[in-house]
């Protein structure tokens, strides 16, 4: 007995949407009191929740291979960060292309490596390194860049462009935006697409009117955060590191701050100053 294939009209779009380093309990529909996240909220109450899921290792580049591969990364000795998928592993993109789906991934890949894997390829110039199309996953479109930690400063290319293409203004928004316009375009077979974008991943910082919306508000903290540490981060225009600390007191006892930026303009990449009192 055979069946016939189903038509493109009955097959559903799928989209699937990466945020880096985005914890489970900084959501409002898990009960976070400090963030909103109104349409990821909706998401959950219209869809399904797979609250028991959990990662087999929770490190960026080996959850992403074994996402795109369905393959345990210690079957690779994956080491952690920069490592180099073989062009021979079987992706996502493959199961789709043969079902007749146009794929697309826009955004973070770090699947290439090439940060960690020549002399001096800091991760500024791998942010300015295309993919290469053969270890691109086998993507119809690839619009994207293999590793940049910096919302303010993305460049990408597409396929097998030799020249990238600087995003302008906040990477999310620019990401979105380039995979909102490719699944209204028209089109004669569903598509499957990765939307993969690097915030919240430190450099921590966002359009300057979502930072108004939290200036003086208080923030309660977990239990587990740390406190007095301190986070590199990249000065806009170079590769030199530049530490800023979230202060707090030697006691953990109280849980509840109110933040203070200072210094901070539009599209700066961090604030000069950055402090928080406890509210006891």
């Known amino acids: 007995m055979s069946s016939a294939p189903v038509p493109a009209t009955e097959r559903p779009n799928v989209i699937l949407i990466i945020a880096d380093q985005l914890r489970r309990q900084a959501l409002g529909c898990y009960g976070d009191p400090n963030v909103s996240t109104p349409h990821i909220d909706a998401l959950a109450d219209s869809g399904a929740r797979f609250d028991a899921a959990c990662s087999t290792y929770p490190v960026c580049v080996p959850y992403r291979f074994s996402l795109m591969t369905g393959e345990y990364a210690h079957t690779r000795f994956i080491p952690a960060i920069e ?16 079902h007749d789906y146009d794929t697309a991934l826009f955004g973070k890949w770090h699947l290439y490596g090439n940060f960690g894997h020549y002399p001096g390829h800091t991760v500024v110039k791998a942010s300015r390194t295309p993919v290469p ?23 990408y290319s597409t396929n097998d462009e030799p020249t990238m293409h600087k995003i302008d203004g906040y990477q999310t928004d620019a990401l979105f935006s380039m995979a909102s316009d490719y699944a209204a375009a028209a089109r004669d077979k569903p598509y499957a697409m990765v939307l993969s974008v690097e915030p919240p991943h430190p450099m921590f910082t966002a359009p300057q009117e979502y930072l108004d919306r939290w200036k003086g508000r208080e923030l309660v903290l977990r239990d587990n955060v740390e406190l007095d540490k301190q986070y590199k981060i990249r000065a806009r225009g170079t590769a030199t590191p530049t530490c800023w600390t979230i202060c707090g ?27 928080t009192r406890s509210s006891r």
């Open 133 to 155: 199309r053969p270890f691109q996953g086998r993507f119809g479109t690839f619009t994207g860049f293999d590793i940049c930690n910096d919302p303010y400063d993305t460049w």
């Open 83 to 98: 490592w180099r998928m073989s062009p021979a592993e079987r992706t996502l993109a493959d199961e789709f292309n043969e």
């Open 249 to 275: 007191p030697t006691t953990r006892r109280s849980r509840t701050w109110t933040t203070t930026w200072a210094g901070w303009s539009t599209g700066c990449a961090r604030p000069a100053r950055w402090t």
